[in-house]
């Protein structure tokens, strides 16, 4: 049985063209591959959306369905302020071939050919469990105990609820096991390379997860993709890089799991990878963290390419030693790295910006503004001479 795991997608307006494009590629992936089912680990959206054209829920939301219509989708919630409460309805009301299903929480799903099932039936390929992120909601309802009294009481609860899923999987031993689960689990690195503790906030421990008894865990909330001990459990890490802390390359799992045993494979997403470089200004004036190569690129820190990566480059300095470092020369030697090369006149008048200059009839270019020493106005090339004998 093949998973397609994805997880992190934090979709909203300023980041749809990138959640939209690893949408559209994990589709081709799972038509190209005969995906058995999909996998969403949690936060779908980055906060609450409006239901409007400007907001592109739609795109969205028929993104899901043509995922919908090429395997059994399964999800669930992320973290509250991502997926708030009731967020995710909305796929459940969409009609495509196989379904898009939530799972709740200590329920056991199994997978058809056409779909997730709660009843027990001898076709089932696989049984599927789902664990949202931790929430009071649901966990302590009735509870008013104090925040650390709340935090162990959450891990507790987590931990009985592994117990029942895993007496849930005894049921079923002889077909693969599939859990999803959004939260931290202790070990883990976060993108800032800190590692979660264990017994600190809500994340539950890497025995819970062994316990459950599950060939493939797809989790989600940690960014940085990883592999969780010797279990085969997975961050798939988000969709698309949401700033320069992350620095991962955005991809997603494809897993070949059978009953116990897993084959996991990465792909990537069609987004340019982060790369932040610090210096300082006396380093930099020593020895730029960057050289030119003969295959026209850039290299940093001695090896590291940077061509196709959006690069953030960071000098340090006092006020006072502000202005020996040319920002903006730096920033041209990156967006135009050829050796050699003139950078192209910026043309205001053509609707793409930076189209070649050509000359007219007579030989002679049009007249360009552009920003001269000390931000005036200037004129470069000659004015076009206008058309005599214009007719009525």
């Keep these: ?5 994805i997880a992190d997608i934090h979709f909203c307006k300023d980041r749809a063209d990138e959640a939209l494009a690893s949408l559209r590629c994990a589709e081709e992936f799972a038509v190209t591959y005969g995906i058995d089912m999909i996998a969403i680990a949690g936060d779908l959206f980055d906060a609450a959306v409006l239901n409007s054209e400007n907001a592109r829920l739609a795109e969205f939301v ?4 043509r995922l919908g219509d090429s395997a059994p989708v ?15 309805e909305i796929f459940q009301t969409v009609t495509c071939r196989y379904g898009i299903t939530v799972l709740e929480p200590g329920q056991a799903y199994l997978l058809l050919d056409d779909g997730f099932t709660t009843i027990k039936n001898s076709e089932s390929k696989a049984i599927v469990f789902g664990i949202p992120e931790p929430r009071k909601k649901y966990l302590l309802a009735n509870s008013s105990a104090g925040k650390d009294e709340t935090e162990e009481t959450i891990r507790d609860a987590m931990r009985r609820m592994c117990y029942l899923l895993a007496a849930k999987r005894r049921e079923y031993p002889d077909i693969p096991c599939v859990a999803l689960y959004h939260g931290e689990v202790a070990g883990t690195q976060l993108q800032n390379d800190q590692t979660v503790e264990r017994g600190t906030g809500i994340s539950i421990t890497i025995d819970d997860l062994a316990g459950i008894g599950a060939d493939y865990f797809a989790l ?10 010797s279990l085969n459990a997975y961050y798939a890490g988000s969709v698309y890089p949401k700033n320069f802390g992350e ?3 955005a991809g997603f799992y494809i897993a070949d799991v059978e009953a116990g045993s897993c084959m996991e494979q990465r792909h990537d997403f069609p987004h340019p990878q982060n790369m932040k470089i610090e210096t300082t200004l006396d380093e930099f004036l020593k020895k730029p963290p960057y050289s030119r ?3 026209d690129g850039l290299d940093f820190d001695g090896g590291n390419d940077v061509r196709g990566k959006k690069v953030w480059l960071e000098i ?25 090369r003139r950078l192209p006149r910026h043309n205001p008048r053509h609707p793409r910006g930076n189209r070649p200059r050509r000359r007219d009839n007579r030989g002679e270019y049009p007249c360009q ?8 106005l200037r004129h470069r090339g000659r004015r076009k001479r206008r058309q005599e004998n214009r007719g009525p």
Excluded at 62 to 65: E, F, Q
Excluded at 74 to 88: F, I, K, Q, R
Excluded at 369 to 376: D, F, I, S
């Design 74 to 88: 399964a999800m669930v919630y992320g973290t509250p302020s991502h997926d708030v409460d009731g967020s995710l």
């Design 220 to 229: 989600g909330h940690i960014h940085k993709p990883q592999r969780v001990g």
């Design 62 to 65: 028929g993104a899901i369905k």
């Design 247 to 249: 620095t991962h390359k």
């Design 293 to 295: 190569t003969e295959a």
């Design 369 to 376: 503004k552009v920003r001269g020493v000390g931000g005036k």
């Design 1 to 5: 049985m093949k998973v397609l795991h």
């Design 316 to 340: 340090s300095c006092d006020k006072a030693r502000r202005s020996f470092a040319n920002a903006e020369a730096e920033l041209q030697k990156l967006l135009w790295p050829r050796r050699g």
